[in-house]
């Protein structure tokens, strides 16, 4: 089967400061449908790097990046911007939500950017169908500052999820959560690749790594199996 993704020998080095650094020094990484990868790896080693070049925020100095069979490796930034919401989505440590506005809303937002016009009826039905994948449709009106941390973040998600994307990206998502709220958000993550979606969680919690099908370690500029791997 093609993978989803498939990174080899992407390097990446930040110029610009007194000396040139290199962040990401020949990374491979494939993903499938249905596959969780978690990532580890010491602050500053490049994991949010790793990611952005990824979701196509960033473009890899030397090797190459294939979207299925498409080389994204030099992509310019209008088709990235249309890939990236076509078939990435993103979830990060802050929740990004619009106060004023309800969680069912707030998922909304993903269709208005970039879906085409859908109908009232078909984008309420998307929407409640992304929160209830999160397990917290009935909170589809509450308003961000009546939800907790864990279920705001399960909002975020269902907004990345929402326009069905096939990889989703999560930077730190339980970085401002306790470790049991923590473990709820993680579990509606991996419960994406259920459905198909491929995950590729960056986290420094092993336990959380450790509920993903694979861990890995970047380190030194290159991405292995995490010696530390806990079957579960
Ligand atoms: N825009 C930038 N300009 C200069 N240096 C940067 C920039 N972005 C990242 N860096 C540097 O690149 C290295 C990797 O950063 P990155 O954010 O990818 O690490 P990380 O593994 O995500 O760390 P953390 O666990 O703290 O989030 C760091 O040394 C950082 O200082
Ligand atoms: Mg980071």
């Known amino acids: ?10 390097t990446k080095t930040l110029k ?14 494939t993903v499938h449908s249905g596959d969780s990868v978690a990532i580890l790896g010491r602050s500053g080693s490049g994991k949010s790097t790793l990611l952005s070049v990824i979701g196509l925020f960033d473009r890899p100095d030397e090797g190459q990046y294939l979207l299925g069979e498409q080389d994204i490796t030099r ?27 309800t969680a069912a809303q707030n998922v909304a937002m993903a269709l208005v950017n970039g879906q085409g016009w ?3 009826r078909k984008r309420k039905a998307k929407v409640l169908a992304a ?19 864990g279920e705001q973040q399960r909002v ?14 999560a930077d730190e998502p339980t970085g401002a959560l306790d470790t049991e709220t923590g473990n709820l958000v993680v579990e509606a993550l991996r ?42």
Request: with cysteine; net charge positive; hydrophobic share 45%.
């Open 75 to 101: 992509i310019p930034e209008r088709k990235a911007a249309a890939l990236r919401s076509a078939e990435f989505g993103f979830v990060f440590q802050r929740f990004f939500l619009l106060k004023h506005l």
């Open 118 to 120: 859908l109908s009232r």
């Open 156 to 169: 975020a998600i269902a907004r990345a999820l929402v326009r069905e994307p096939r990889i989703l990206l």
């Open 1 to 10: 089967m093609t993978p989803l993704i498939r990174l080899a020998g992407v």
């Open 191 to 232: 419960a994406t690749t259920d459905h198909g979606c491929g995950l590729v969680l960056v986290t420094h919690d092993r336990d959380h790594a450790a509920k993903m099908g694979r861990v890995l370690r970047l380190s030194d500029g290159l991405l292995n199996p995490a010696a530390e791997r806990v079957v579960v």
């Open 131 to 149: 929160l209830d994948r999160v397990g917290i449709a009935h909170l589809a009106k509450h308003k961000p500052p009546r939800l907790s941390g």
């Open 16 to 29: 610009g400061q007194e000396q040139p650094r290199t962040i990401l020094a020949g990374v491979d990484l």
